[in-house]
């Protein structure tokens, strides 16, 4: 993904003239290699949903580029998307309103079967019964109907119509959000067995930052529709440089009393401003404890500070040794 944009017009008056733009996903770039997770975290409403709909082409970007091994798939016409929906597949997020109550779990999970007109051996039945199996469904639930499953059992039915193709990237939208706490570690052990048994690379969507640390190789951090925090997992855990990114880990859930005692929360103050009329500069800075006048005039750069770990920020946390001299010539460039 390079300079990727979604801006979501606002219309008005009889001629449905354009006033203003919703700028949900706003000049992004991020790579996913081949066989890693990319986790991307951030508060609602920052864009993340977005942007894994854009990789899927289900959103057309506003602008921006999109390659998927070595294909411009940014503009290509549904005619020409069909096949490579065998190659990128979705996990929805809410596992009660992605399956159609209407159908059988055999039609659900057999529909990417017939839509890609493939044959298997055996018929659709039985490639079904044994794509049950290995999300953990007794295969004799080919006849049954979403109602009469839990919301985890629905759930193991979004990946097995997820895995019926053997897909080699999958945008998993919030999977586990809509689940009990136990059944989540359910879900999320299954993502990795099938991810190690298959090959698969995943971008996990997700704003509980303790699913994402047990399952991601690198997180990228979203807020505004921009990316504002970019590195591997161990790295950006236990030594997060942007502010944004201290505030969200501080507010991560510790069990173990002693370590919570000592820890100390950041508050932001005020709310997400508006996607609509972001603030100008470092769309963070009317809610940063660090933020001075650069902050409010000019848009912090990316910059790579340690090997792997790329943050934009004026005022970097727990950066190396000249950090903010390197984003200062970074930003006059």
Known sequence: MTDLRKHFPITSGMLRRQVA??????????????????????????????????????????????????????????RQLRPLRRDIQMIFQDPYSSLNPRHTVGAIVGAPFRLQKVKTEGGIKKAV????????????????????????????????????????????DEPVSALDVSIQAQVVNLLEDLQDEFGLTYVVIAHDLSVVRHIADRVAVMYLGKIVELADRTSLYESPMHPYTNALLSAVPVPDPDKRKGRERIRLQGDVPSPLNPP???????????????????????????????????FPENAPAGAAETVAKSAAL
């Open 280 to 314: 100008p500069a470092c769309r963070f800075h009317t809610r940063c404890w660090k933020a001075q006048e650069i902050c409010k005039t000019v848009e912090p750069p990316m910059v790579e500070l340690k090997p792997g770990h790329q943050t934009a920020c004026h």
């Open 21 to 78: 733009a919703v700028k949900a996903v706003d000049d992004i770039s991020f790579s996913v290699r081949k066989g890693e997770t990319l986790g991307v975290v951030g508060e609602s409403g920052c864009g993340k949903t977005t942007t894994g709909r854009m990789i899927m082409r289900l959103l057309e970007p506003s602008a921006g580029k999109i390659v998927f091994e070595g294909h411009d798939i940014t503009h290509m016409k549904q």
């Open 129 to 172: 019964q044994e794509i049950l199996e290995l999300v953990g469904l007794n295969p004799e639930h080919y006849n049954r109907y979403p109602h009469e499953f839990s919301g985890g059992q629905r759930q193991r039915i979004g990946v097995a119509r997820t895995l019926a193709l053997r897909p080699k990237l999958i945008v998993a």
